[in-house]
């Protein structure tokens, strides 16, 4: 597993990263023990960990906390994420989010709380949780950063977009005018806008880019057929059946990919979005052991050549040939 610098930081981290958010949860389905998991993410040379205050309003920090608790601090990265105020409803607009708090007090003691937590002194990256334009544009909030990082308990901050697919002005701006060492966007082989315009900021201005969503909430695992359907909880059954249908014809045309015994399909998707210029690591979600030697054994996959990285941006650019392709983007996974 390769350390890849977060643009021109000082921040390191491994290039597959664990995406945490539905540990403990029933969003994404029944998930392994978080414990053993990220037991097994260390020992295959995982050490970025992705979590956030707003999942299970704190119960997921806690849960990383414990199951990093023999972890060498130093040798491992973590990060969260702040903005949401935890004790107010969900809206009935905005996709059911909660209010945002983005006053200084607000990110200081949000901090501390995320410290608390994940049992730890310091995160390694802190991120701005879904931020709208008004957020990058307080200088008061961006100022407190900077002190909260003088003070030792951040290396660095960025922002993480969303909840959905999109928020280009929002991360354009980020990188032009804050001093943020990393962007957090879905990007994957399917969905690839706003991402390339921010690989391109990035490049610009010294930062990088995390991926989430790199399978398209699980499309490019290859494990999907028209008779799935996802019930409860479960986040993909917001997904239009469309991202189905549509999404299972572009499948076929991208098993070029599959390298057999070599390099699967969420392999292939996940080397693909690693081979951009800037971008960090790739943060897939996480929830058993066989999805986790899967993602982390992308590390070791074939590369896609030229000749197939030049076949999957005509694909791409020609909408794989489908005259409505339909993205409809989840908030994670």
Known sequence: MQQRRFGDTDLHASEVAFGTWALGSDWWGKTDDPERLIGRALDLGVTFFDTGD?????????????????????????????????????????????????????????????????????????????????????????????????????????????????????GVRAFETRDIAALQTVYNLLEQEPGSEFLAAAEQHGGAVMARVPTSSGLLEDKYTLATTFSGSDHRRHRPREWLVDGLKKIDQLRFLVIDGERSMAQAALKFILQQPRMACVIPTITSMAELEEFAGAAGAPDLTPDELARVDELYRSGFGLAAATSGAASSG
């Open 54 to 170: 707003a999942y299970g309003q704190g119960a997921n920090e806690e849960i990383v906390g414990r199951a990093l608790r023999r972890a060498d601090r130093d040798r491992i990265q973590i990060s969260t994420k702040f903005g949401y105020v935890l004790d107010s409803e969900r809206q009935q607009h905005s996709e059911g989010e909660r209010p945002s708090d983005w006053s200084p007090e607000h990110a200081r003691a949000a901090l501390e709380a995320s410290l608390r937590r994940l049992g730890t002194d310091h995160v390694d990256l802190y991120q701005l949780h879904n931020p709208r334009m008004d957020a990058i544009e307080r200088d008061d909030l961006f100022a407190e950063l900077e002190s909260l990082r003088d003070e030792g308990k951040l290396r660095a901050y960025g922002v993480a977009l969303g909840p959905a697919i999109g928020w280009r002005d929002e």
